[in-house]
């Protein structure tokens, strides 16, 4: 009964085949290797278009680098309240770009182009004083297990634009969203208006694989330099390509994302089925948010379930659990299996 | 006939091995996992002493962010000209702890305590203008295949210590120093007065690992917060844990590190035993220079060889090529074959 | 009717008659003057003990550096959601320190040791992810021209050492706050608990002189270094030692305060006096925030005063102008006459 | 007998009472003020084209920003050793650019196109490990008080070009050079391929007065946001202004320059005629590179002379001073007199 979070889970057997393989040759360093190439005509495929992409190991270099890509003197970039960028990388973004987040409010996760366009509002062109946005970035799926459908991005998009702002797309769980979903990469991106994502395979069935997909390649003149002044072009880069190319080959990417999605659902339909707990938002690919009473919050993990506690300002104040209740994050995996959620929903009937 | 770096080669067998074993477990993210606190066992062992120990994924992230560890405003690091984090780093310590660099000459690849002291005293304490030392940088081995033995570097950590400085080590190749000097690793870094290492397995038969070892832990209270910022924490920190606990294990390391060694070392002989080409150093461990006529190295290319030149400023002017002459690096690696040597000698006699 | 900032005023005679004494000397650079001398035994009178004192030529400049000495990887700094350093200095806090800010919210310009006490509390201890707390900064006065009281700035002190950080005091309008309260400097500051603090002079009758004073002199051994790397040290340092030397002198800086202060208070009393317009907060010195109807805005502009608008959300939702009314701010300084005050009242009062 | 440095003199009587003057009247903040758009048309007319003037405060900050402004991941500054740049301001330009800076060599503070060409071949293009070049960088007059004719400029902008990368200059003793080399300030910079440089006048009889001038204006679009960020925007940014109308107005900026240079060369001509002591390069402005036997240097100081001794590196070693000698430079400024120089040269003959 782990729950803890998708990147407690290792890598799919038939990428570590790949991996091992691999290992076995002698290759060009830094990128210059046919893996890499057979990576980028997967993206390419995958996107319906050209793409610049750029292969690093975390999903906060990928984030914050492809960020500090569009990141000026006085660049300001508004994310979630609740954005991973935020509140999870230990203010990477303000170092690399000294860039100011603003948060955006918004519910479950997810803000709106109004309350982005409110935002922006306060900083009017030419005010050297407030700074300038630069970026404005969404997470797909959000990191409260929501995902934005398209016409939510391009509305987004449609404001950033307006604004001199380039989209950026958090995509760590972008797998999930598109099997949640059920919408074409591309919809959920570029066709959408986002300009340059992170998409993360570490989370979803890979040890360490993350890409920069740049949708127009001309942006990414300087990425490159960037990246490794960073520390984050490896040698072996193959070693990361051969992750991804096993990964996307033959949809593997998405059974592995159905699988999580499909645990997510599971666990999601034994809360709303139980009345013991309930679900604080609706799951749209495999992380779920619910509400418990502390002491079922206690017995459970007396059973064994291993899963966090999440804060509550991330839900409206009218949904937040009450005095003897607790917020708590389930995320499901690619190894997870039907039994331990079923074991899991077991204790929860129990109550 | 691959000659062209150590990081062109896989991953050895063993470390895979192992690798795919720990990718079928599910274990906690963040370093917080039994396959990290054995390898900081490992290297405890190893040192003959306390450390701290940080896992990261590329050399400059190592480098970098143990130099940055010791920056403070008008920060000054020494360095061989040749060295990597100078040259080959694509400005990292200028953008990460906006240090400057300043680079010490010196035959060889390395540099003596007394061209350190020299260029040291252009910096006067209090000179807020000129800047302060805060680091003196040393390879080990060098970028131009030579060692540094434990005397010479006792002897530049005592200038370091006198003028206030950290003494980092970039042990890119650290096995292959260890086995090539045949001295314990205590000797060649804290007993003589290192603070900081970056210890590399990528370029030893691993696919991504490097570890930066404090020698006085308490050093290192900052660290994890400046690795999470610059993106080199991973999630699954135990995919590089897993890398150097195999590696470590049974002294697999120094095995694979003693194998390249012995390849360099022939490559070597068959280099001095020519009369065509001449050994531009003599080597220490894996990597060997030396000075080919133009139409030798025309032909060796021809013939399948792959290795790079090399700028001849690393050599002392008396020393050069001449204008028919190219210097060039040669690598062995934990993958070279002896019938690859063997050739590549054999087209070398040849002329 | 000049109400627009008290950065619109130029420097008062007894300034520029001894900066134009000062300008006929030849004199060390770089702070080795006797004026510069005479300034730190000024402040260190002024303040009852000995300090630490760093002059620089902006209070953007003085903030920033003041909060970088202390700004460490992953580091937080909270400050009011309207404080300077948050929306008025184009992200320098970010970019010096890479430091990221977490605005907390409060009436009327302060923050209370509960609010600060509740945005520190979702940073845990040794969580890399989040950050760490390591300044919390206040402005006295307050860009809303309130006051903290020193009991209250010593609840504040209290919850910031708990949680290990510095406090910090953005005092470009301090003088105005000693002079509002009544209050020795060292009871708003060091006693209270303020570690570090920007004072400010140009707001109230220099040309440009800003002092970073370190109450715990040891803390700020390395700011001479950074103040030189960020272009802040002054050749001619003696410039702005001048300025602050004549400006201390006999209670000229308080004078000058006082007449802002008294000016201010005439202009709060015509708009509480008028029925046409009310004071939006009670003021503690030289600024006024006031609510007008649209309408009377546009006569007052029309007649030639001169002030800014300000964002209603630095107001509670309840107090906030209604949709034909207009926050503004307007502000007295050490130039502004009686009859300036006079005249505007009586555009105010005609309606 | 101050030779300190012309930082070291007050400002003059016409610059002060500009400035008083302006200190009477109340101005729009942040060059928002008439007297910064007459300083824009002063420069425009200076230079016979269109610019883009932004005022500083120090040289410093000029340099580092100007320098930044064309700054690119991986970028890569060229200067002469001895620049300023490079020696003098506490690593400025690698903490605001994260630019590498790299040495080159050449004859009393001067580098050939040669010299830099031969530099710049290091960095072939896209190898992102090396960085890439973005800036050549030269000071007129130089930091070892020689000058650049504008057809050695050409020759340098020539290779700057060549190789994709802006021209700077730190013009902090520029009106010197021009004053110097009686050549119109249009050819020593634009003509000649200049494309930002520092023009300073703290150095030549103002208190705090730097200009960063653009020669295309578009090149300038994120520097307003840029100097903000930095904390070098100045409120009273008049007060800055105010100091360069007076200096610009009816080449008072001119005159000074061509005394000081005359008390340079009266210096000269001391040294040079006197059999004690001997030119270590012949002067082009006002300051003077001088070699004295160290007798004679102790005697001059037990006089009263003022001056600083200087590094021997930054001469060739043939023409080093011996062992019981010194390297000293000797600066004169607006306030040196001629009794001054007479006094100092009467010592001199005596030896």
Request: hydrophobic share 45%; glycine share 10%.
């Amino acid at each position: 009964m782990i729950f803890a979070s998708d990147n407690w889970a290792g890598a799919s057997d038939k990428v570590m085949t790949a991996l091992t393989a691999a290992a076995r040759s002698t290759r060009p360093a830094y990128g210059g290797d046919d893996l890499s190439r057979a990576v980028e005509r997967g993206f390419a495929e995958l996107f319906e278009r050209e793409v610049a992409v750029f292969l690093v190991g975390t999903g906060t270099a990928a984030n914050t680098l492809g960020i500090a890509n569009y990141a000026r003197p006085g660049g300001v970039v508004f994310c979630h309240r609740d954005a991973h960028i935020n509140v999870d990388e230990a203010g990477a973004s303000e170092f690399f770009g000294g860039t100011k987040l603003v948060a955006v409010e918004g519910r479950h996760g997810k803000y709106t182009a109004e309350a982005l366009a409110e935002a922006v509002a306060r900083f009017p062109q030419g005010a050297v004083h407030h700074g300038r946005p630069v970026v404005a970035s969404i997470s797909e799926i959000t990191e409260f297990g929501t995902a934005y459908r398209p016409e939510e991005i391009a509305a987004i998009a449609a404001v950033a634009k307006r604004n001199g702002m380039a989209l950026h797309m958090d995509g760590a769980r972008f797998a999930g969203a598109v099997a949640g979903l059920g919408v074409a990469p591309a919809d959920l991106t570029w066709r959408a208006g986002v300009d340059v994502m992170s998409f993360g395979a570490s989370k979803t069935g890979c040890l360490a694989a993350e890409a920069v997909i740049f949708f127009n390649p001309a942006d990414s003149r300087d990425f490159g330099f960037a990246r490794q002044r960073a520390g984050h072009g490896f040698s072996k880069a193959w070693f990361i390509a051969a992750q991804f190319d096993a990964w996307l080959d033959g949809g593997h990417w998405l059974d592995l994302a159905r699988h999580a999605n499909r645990m997510g659902a599971r666990l999601a339909q034994a809360i709303g089925a139980s009345r013991n707990a309930r679900l604080a938002a609706e799951p749209s690919a495999n992380e779920v948010f619910a509400i418990l009473p502390r002491s079922l919050d206690a017995k459970l993990k007396a059973a064994g379930a291993v899963y966090h506690p999440w804060g509550i300002e991330s839900l409206p104040e009218d949904e937040r659990p009450g005095p003897d209740e607790v917020l708590v994050r389930l995320v499901a995996s690619f190894q997870t299996r039907e039994d331990e959620v079923d074991d899991f929903a077991a204790h929860l009937a129990r109550g």
